[in-house]
């Protein structure tokens, strides 16, 4: 993927700009607990996302849902030009969401304290992030990744196994999420292989290289891993932060 990356993680532009080819990602900070801003928030979410919200036992996890989902509204209606409230989701046959009478392609990954939203134009995009401080996982590898993925781990030095299994699993992710299929497609299906460019991986499946497929690993702050996959070669590859404190927040009832 060739790509060059703007002054890493400044706060996002309130009128963004996507030009053919452009990849654009932001982070958000998600609270770990419910606060005033998330009484704020909450009213830009439509009717299904605030029933999940409500749905969820944990005030600090309904707290991370309504920032995540509004983030993701405010952002795209900074593309768009649209208030965050009007957005209209619809979600495809695997649960990947997805706006009509656009060409902007989106994907949301959240973890404990942060989350990515991927923009581009085409599409499709696909993000995941994960948290290094989450137990280690790298057992799964056996199962869930391809034999040769699953050798390079059993090689790796026991010290750096768990962050690698976490740059493999990020970008098999975000390959599956720019599929649109989630992880109902088999992980172990395909290959993820790196290249000397640095941050780049390709895709491999039965015995050949998808060469429309473009895997970038993110530079995330610590402890976050990501990784971001699209189907096209992009022009620019551009990084933002979003904060909640830019957004016009109309005052509506809490969970
Ligand atoms: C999509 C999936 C890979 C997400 O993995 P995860 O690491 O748990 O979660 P992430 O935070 O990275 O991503 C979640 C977001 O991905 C998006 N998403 C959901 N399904 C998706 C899909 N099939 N493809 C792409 N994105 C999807 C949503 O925006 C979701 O956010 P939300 O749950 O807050 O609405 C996984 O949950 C999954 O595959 N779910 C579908 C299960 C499935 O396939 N069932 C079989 C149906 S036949």
Redo the contacts with the bound molecule.
Sequence with gaps: MSSRITRPWSDGPQHPRLADGDVDIWHLTLPSSWNSSCDELFGLLDQREQDRARQMPRPADQAS?VV??AGLRDVLGRYLGAAPQSLRFST?R????YLADTRLSF?????TGGALVAVSIPGPV?V??ESATGPDRSALADRFFSPREAQVLRTTPESDVPSRFLTYWTCK?SF??AL?????HPLNRFEIRFTDAPRQAEIWSAGRRRDEWHVRQLELPPPYVGAVTVRHRPRHLRTWTWRPQSVARPALPTP
Aim: proline share 4%; no cysteine.
């Design positions: 849902h995540a989902h495809g695997h649960g990947k969401p994907s949301l990954s959240h973890t696909g995941d992030v992710e599956v999420k649109g299929l989630g992880l109902s």
